[in-house]
C-alpha cells in the first residue's frame, strides 16, 4: 500500500518498521536491505527524524553481527541526536543495540544495568519496556544475578499470558 501511495513519506516508515520486524525476526540481510532502502527515501524526503531511527536499527543488526565498532558508532551517534531532539524510541532503539552488544560480548553487568534502565527508567517508551525484557533476564542469569531477572521474567509472562502469546 506505502509503495502505491503518491505519498512520498509514508513508504520510509512503513519500510523502517519492516526492518524492524525482520531485526527482530533475525532476519538481518533483510533488515539491513529494508533499513538501508529506507534510509535513502527518507533522506530524500527530508526525514531527519527517521533517519536517527533507522541509525539504531543499524546499530541494531550491527550488534547482532557482533561488529562492535559499527554498532558503537551508530548507536552513539543516534543516541546524541535523539536526546536533543527527544526521540525516546530511537534513544531506546541505540540503546538495546549497545545492551545486545555487550551482551553478546560478555559483558553482562553493562547489559544488565543499560537493560534495566531502558525497562524501567525515567522516559522509557512502553515499547521498550517490554521488548528488552527477554535479554535483561538473560543479562541477570549470565551475571551471576538471576534474582536481578525475576522482576523482568515476570513481567514477561504477565505479558505473555495477558496477550496470550507464547
Do not use: K
Request: charged letters at 25%; hydrophobic letters at 50%; aromatic letters at 4%.
Amino acid at each position: 500500500l506505502a509503495r502505491g501511495s503518491s505519498d512520498a513519506g509514508v513508504l520510509p516508515f512503513a519500510l523502517a518498521f519492516l526492518a524492524h520486524a525482520h531485526l527482530w525476526g533475525g532476519r538481518l540481510a533483510q533488515a539491513e536491505a529494508d533499513a538501508d532502502d529506507a534510509a535513502r527515501l527518507a533522506r530524500d524526503a527530508g526525514q531527519e527524524n527517521l533517519l536517527v531511527q533507522i541509525d539504531a536499527l543499524r546499530a541494531g543488526v550491527a550488534a547482532l553481527r557482533g561488529d562492535g565498532e559499527r554498532c558503537r558508532a551508530l548507536a552513539e551517534g543516534a543516541r546524541a541526536v535523539a536526546r536533543r531532539r527527544g526521540l525516546v524510541l530511537a534513544e531506546g532503539a541505540a540503546t538495546m543495540a549497545l545492551a545486545e552488544l555487550e551482551l553478546a560480548s560478555g559483558a553482562p553487568d553493562a547489559a544488565r544495568d543499560r537493560l534495566e534502565r531502558l525497562a524501567g527508567g525515567p522516559g522509557a517508551h512502553p515499547a521498550h519496556r517490554y521488548a528488552c525484557l527477554p535479554a535483561l533476564v538473560e543479562a541477570a542469569e549470565r551475571a551471576g544475578d538471576p534474582a536481578a531477572g525475576r522482576p523482568a521474567a515476570r513481567a514477561l509472562q504477565a505479558w505473555a499470558h495477558t496477550s496470550r502469546s507464547a
